[in-house]
């Protein structure tokens, strides 16, 4: 600061003389304003000179300046002194290359050095850095031949730069090219930035051996040589592998930075290790960027630990860490997993706060969010407000009008999209067929399933067949169903047999759900999903020697029913629920509400459907199995804390049962105006068709 004020003094003086310095004042002054960066005062004294008409011997001053204007961004400032300088040479053009590449002003970069009269090997590195820094590697390496082919040596700055745009490009011949020469030349030497670059390069163009072994012959070892190949590792689907490297570079007592600890949170996510991702996050004091908080936030969200994301986001803040778009789009997605409709909206006002509402990202997951908490209008109002959209909006537009029952909409706005000229993707199909299927719209998926080829050149994926059967199955058409199973170009997953059997199921059809549960057991013989729907298929039957066999079957295999759970939000915290649950802390208030207004149905009309209790048990236990179960302990408990005319929004981790579906459907009696919109959604997934008025 003392400087500055001083250096402002001398120019003050020097103004207040009214007459021209020397030229040596003019230096050291030039000299103090480069030694301070400071281009304000830089630009008084070239005022100063100009209005006396002085004019240097040479261009070390004026290069200087330039110099310093590049450094900081004064394009202006320095095209302005560039034009009017009396003698130019090399260093003052490369002043000007600086600046353009540093401003991302890429055609006058380009403009710029085919004007100039001589060049250097400063200038090649300057333009080849400017392109690549700027993806535009291509470009970057056409300089980088024109630069072997005027003669020039390359130097290492000039190998890392062109070795960066062949990563961008996975251009791994002309990577070997440049290997080669460097080689050849003996440049290789003890450079790291060098020997970083080429691991670098063959690590993104898939050669992970090579990047090994190069890493495997680095004389020093940097931290970013250990990044290289950590990210690496990660890159190409081994997290394993990236956490031993880790582990291996913290043996070799060197210390990992931000991009070191963000690749591990990663590596530790993707291998479901969250509880070491959280030791690691919370021993790195003072290392905390924002990539590294937006790691975990995703990283607890894409793991099912929503409740977590949320809370780090909170810790994030409080830690006077700035959130972008990447972060606000991570935490809304965790928002939308839990359908948290009054933390959605909260998020949604901190990006307008920010800055960010109107980026692709934050407003594709805004949409995802008010569709998942049926808000569909919201959704809506933010897709209409987007400067632009690309297919991940209209992707998420589309599907959330096929989860929210609002199937034709769906398709109209698909028909919208095609004619906007924006080219589907897979995605967009699997929300198409979805719509379709919830409509029964059996010709009209048909069509859209054979477009998916014919008319966008994209390969069904396993996902479309999914839709397609049930589309199929719904229908009645199981052996069709069948069918398009066989006639499939891959091999049938889980995905594909178990859409099969879940149809069959519905349908009653044993003969067929038993090719589709062998073929699961097959594949994964501890997975209960098939045991049980096999059984309650036999059971809806009465067929209870069959149960007793499944049943057998599963406990000599030791294979465990996960438990289904519903929830709902209340005071910005989520109450989970599970059948005849007796944990809640006000269990005995939301029993009591649940009874009240069992009874006040059944004065009404409404019979509880007893078929989807599958036990060969009296009519009475049948009556109290169905009860109590999660979603309609999780519908008293809204209905004990949330004021009329709020919202109740539940959710489930499966498709809810029928009984349960029928008892919502009976919550509209008209016998109180206290009325609440209801909204359930089951598997997790997609929000069932139910938006009823309740008045209890």
């Known amino acids: 600061m003392g400087t500055r004020s001083n250096l402002r003094q001398s120019i003050d003086a020097l103004c207040s003389l009214g007459s021209s310095a020397t030229e040596s004042v003019y230096t050291r002054l030039v000299l103090e304003c480069v030694r301070a960066n400071d281009a304000e005062q830089a630009a008084r004294l070239q005022a100063h000179m100009e209005s006396h008409s002085f004019r240097p011997n040479d261009t070390y001053i004026h290069n200087r300046l330039l110099h310093l204007y590049a450094k900081s961004g004064k394009v202006g400032t320095a095209r302005n002194l560039f034009d009017r300088m009396p003698k130019r040479d090399v260093f003052s053009w ?140 990660l890159e190409v689907g081994l997290p394993e592998k990236c956490i031993e490297m880790f582990h291996e570079m913290q043996l070799a007592s060197l210390k990992p930075d931000q991009v070191t600890i963000s690749n591990v949170l990663n590596a530790y996510f993707e291998t479901r290790r969250v509880d070491e991702a959280r030791n690691l996050f919370s021993e790195v004091k003072g290392m905390k960027d924002k990539v590294c908080w937006t790691t975990m936030i995703a990283g607890y969200s894409q793991n099912g630990r929503e409740e977590d994301a949320l809370m780090i986001f909170r810790q994030m803040l409080l830690a006077n860490a700035q959130p972008d778009s990447f972060t606000i789009s991570a935490v809304i997605s965790a928002c939308a997993k839990l359908a948290s ?3 959605g909206r909260a998020l949604h006002s901190k990006a307008i706060l920010i800055g960010v509402d109107d980026n692709l990202l934050v407003s594709s997951a805004l949409i995802d969010m008010y569709c998942k908490c ?15 959209h690309n297919v991940v909006s209209w992707n998420a537009m589309i599907r959330g009008y096929a989860q929210n029952g609002r199937d034709q909409e769906a398709l109209s706005l698909y028909e919208s999209m095609i004619q906007a000229n924006k080219k589907p993707d897979s995605v967009t199909f699997l929300a198409v067929l979805s719509a379709c299927m919830h409509a029964n719209l059996i010709e009209e998926g048909k069509k859209y399933f054979n477009s998916i080829s014919k008319d966008h050149g994209i390969t069904p994926t396993l996902d479309h067949y999914s839709c397609m059967i049930h589309l199929l199955g719904r229908s009645g058409r199981l052996d069709k ?52 729907m096999l059984s309650n298929m036999y059971a809806a039957h009465s067929r209870w020697d069959d149960v007793a066999s499944v049943r057998s079957l599963m406990n000599s295999r030791n294979v465990k029913k996960f438990a289904a759970y519903s929830w709902v939000e209340f005071d910005n915290k989520v109450h989970k629920f599970v059948s005849e649950d007796q944990a809640h802390p006000e269990s005995e208030k939301i029993y009591g509400e649940l009874q009240q207004l069992t009874r006040r149905l059944q004065e009404v009309g409404f019979v509880p459907n007893t078929r989807s209790v599958l036990h060969d048990v009296g009519e009475d236990e049948k009556f109290s199995s169905v009860c109590y179960h999660s979603e309609k302990l999780a519908l008293a408990y809204s209905l004990l804390k949330l004021p009329g005319g709020v919202p109740i929004r539940i959710l489930k981790n499966i498709r809810i049962c029928v009984d349960c579906h029928l008892f919502m459907s009976h919550c509209a009696p008209t016998t109180s105006p206290n009325k609440q919109s209801l909204i359930i959604g089951g598997g997790g997934v997609a929000l069932d068709k139910v938006a009823l008025t309740i008045g209890v």
């Open 94 to 233: 490369n002043a000007m290359l600086s600046l353009f590449a540093k401003s991302r002003a890429q055609e006058d970069l380009w403009a710029t050095f085919n004007d100039m009269p001589v060049r250097d090997s400063v200038s090649y590195n300057t333009v080849i850095a400017g392109f690549t820094d700027n993806r535009l590697p291509r470009k970057g390496l056409e300089v980088f031949a024109m630069m072997v082919v005027d003669g020039f040596q390359p130097t290492d700055h000039t190998y890392v730069s062109a070795l960066h745009s062949c990563s961008m490009l996975l251009g791994l011949r002309q990577g070997k090219q440049i290997h080669g020469r460097i080689v050849l030349t003996g440049s290789l030497g003890t450079n790291a930035f060098v020997w970083n670059a080429l691991i670098n390069m063959y690590a993104k163009c898939g050669e992970i051996n090579h990047a090994w072994w190069l890493f495997d012959k680095v004389p020093d070892k940097n931290v970013v040589s250990w990044n290289s190949m950590i990210s690496a590792y």
């Open 374 to 388: 049926g808000t569909i209008s919201d959704a809506r109002f933010v897709f209409n407000s987007m400067p632009s």
């Open 341 to 343: 409709l009054h933390q």
């Open 481 to 532: 169903a069948l069918d398009l199973i066989k006639q499939m170009p891959h091999e049938p997953d889980s995905l594909i047999w178990s859409s099969f059997l879940s149809v069959c199921s519905k349908k009653g059809d044993i003969e067929h759900g038993e090719i589709a549960a062998k073929r699961l057991l097959e594949m994964d013989p501890f997975n209960a999903g098939p045991y049980i």
